[in-house]
């Protein structure tokens, strides 16, 4: 049974930081593209980054230069810096699994955790 975990999410001010993070079990996070999204109310759920099983990673534009993803193997977890943020990233940001090389298309991914908010005023 794959179960992926999101915490983190809190409400902060704009140019503040945050990270949010995503305990896997039941598949190996080296194995797989493991990818950050977020939805925000009124909009379709956009990608916002993901890192693959050789550690390469990719960004939105919007999360370039601001956000950094990472993967602690031995926790089998997701992390998800976010700094500098702004009202606009407000979103409930979710993590996901799928076998897409480096893709940020929701499409491509076929484990998803419920999100954790991420509110910026």
């Known amino acids: 049974h794959v179960q992926l975990v999101e915490s983190g999410g809190d409400s902060v001010q704009a140019g503040g930081s945050l990270r949010v993070s995503c305990v896997v079990s039941?598949?190996?996070?080296?194995?797989?593209?493991m990818g950050w999204f977020r939805q925000a109310p009124g909009k379709e759920k956009e990608g916002v980054a993901t890192?693959?099983?050789?550690?390469?990673?990719n960004y939105a534009d919007s999360a370039k230069g601001r956000f950094t993803i990472s993967r602690d193997n031995t926790k089998n977890t997701l992390y998800l810096q976010m700094n500098a943020l702004k009202p606009e990233d407000t979103a409930m940001y979710c993590c996901?699994?799928?076998?897409?090389?480096?893709?940020?298309?929701?499409?491509?991914?076929?484990?998803w955790g419920q999100g954790t908010q991420v509110t910026v005023s």
């Open positions: 039941g598949i190996d996070v080296r194995h797989y593209c």
């Open positions: 890192i693959n099983w050789e550690e390469t990673t």
């Open positions: 996901a699994a799928g076998s897409d090389w480096a893709s940020l298309a929701t499409t491509e991914y076929e484990h």
